[in-house]
């Protein structure tokens, strides 16, 4: 199981914030940024969107990652648009 | 997040005071001769929309780590002393402060320089994100290719 | 010297409070989002030698004036809104504040640059001159063939 | 008649801080930064070796001067090591 974080915009278009997520296909299935965002592109219009490479950032274990940073059981994953703080 | 006696993170929804940020940097350190802050306000105007105030949403947990890694990017560029961020989030009106940065050094230019460094990146790796309230309504803010351009300038 | 009311220059003995010159720089201010501050202080070494006082000796008349060209030549490269310049004379122990230089603007960058920038000039430009005492004695401080060098690359 | 002052290390080391001198030539004799300094440098050693050129900066009526800087009478010119305040 993995969570899924969403933030700012991507959070009100997706209207969710939190999507906890069964691994099914265990390491050989989900194991990547890229394989988990294609998985979510697949969920429908809005997903497809708004999480598009190059539009949603992505952070791994609250750390930056890129789209080939892996991903393992219990992974905290978040997608959120190009930052605007300070 | 008292990173180490040198390095002080805060995100807090609370107003910071510039004279408290900048005793806490200069108390007991005579070593260091410079000491350069940067204030962030909320502005009256985007973009020629009339704003009125702002929200700003923060990732809990990531916030403070993404701080402290910039943090450290400039501690290995240049010789710093003390280092404080304060970032604010939740709703601010306009004219309130946003963020605090200060850094001392014994050098000018290493103070100057690590602290523009850390706004850079602040504004273009810290997971924050502002929604302002307009006479246009809210919208979420977009990120500036200029910042991003800004930060890339660094060579890191 | 009230030089315009966006520019304040002063030279003066006593101590200043970076909280009120921060307090004159952003109140009905909500144009300007970024303030940069910079603040000098008299450091317990210098060259090895272990200072415990010094003092500022100027050229009065002519260091107002000197402070106020510089402000323009800021000015002119970049968008500032205010600028404040304290600077202080005469007898300093060790960590006084000895200058003040605060910059707003609407751009970041503009503000941090803008402030470098008159610290640059004023390290080169502006008639002061530092007598330290330390272990060793009194002396006058020689001029940094660095600061020299810092001022040139910007290009005036 | 021209005022001219010394500060910093300078002062000290002439044991002088104000010096008013008659411009006795004219407009054709001490007309410029660089002929004042000669002038003063022919006052002996100890002017000698803290007044040439490079190692004092020059004013003329309170502004930063060059030796081509030309001087009339009632001006304010001041000599000083290179500055070091901030």
């Not at chain 1, 429908?44 to 949603?56: C, F, H, I, M, R």
């Not at chain 2, 900048?22 to 007991?28: G, K, N, R, T, V």
């Not at chain 2, 003390?82 to 001392?104: K, M, P, Y």
Request: net charge negative; proline share 3%; with cysteine.
């Amino acid at each position: 199981m993995v969570t899924i974080l969403f933030f700012g915009q991507l959070k009100e278009r997706l209207e969710t914030s939190r999507l906890p997520l069964e691994l099914v296909n265990g390491s050989e299935g989900l194991d990547s940024v890229a394989k988990l965002r294609d998985f979510l592109l697949a969920k429908g219009d809005v997903w497809k969107e708004n999480l598009a490479y190059g539009s949603a950032l992505v952070a791994v274990n609250q750390q930056m990652a890129t789209e080939d940073t892996p991903i393992k059981d219990s992974d905290e994953i978040a997608f959120f648009p190009p930052v605007t703080g300070g | 997040m008292e990173a180490d006696t040198l390095t002080y993170i805060q995100v807090q929804e609370d107003d910071f005071s510039l004279a408290a940020e900048y005793q806490a940097l200069i108390e007991d350190n005579s070593r260091d001769g410079a000491v350069v802050t940067f204030c962030g306000l909320v502005r009256d105007m985007n973009l020629d929309k009339s704003v009125t105030s702002l929200f700003l949403e923060h990732y809990p947990g990531m916030t403070e780590k993404s701080l402290l890694s910039i943090i450290n990017l400039a501690r290995n560029k240049w010789p710093l002393g003390r280092i404080r961020v304060v970032h604010r989030v939740g709703r601010l009106q306009v004219s309130e402060q946003i963020v605090f940065v200060g850094v001392t050094s014994q050098h000018r230019q290493a103070a100057f320089q690590g602290a523009e460094f850390i706004m850079d990146f602040l504004k273009t790796q810290a997971p924050f994100w502002k929604k302002e309230t307009s006479n246009d309504g809210q919208y979420w803010v977009d990120a500036k290719q200029s910042d991003n351009q800004k930060a890339k300038l660094w060579g890191i």
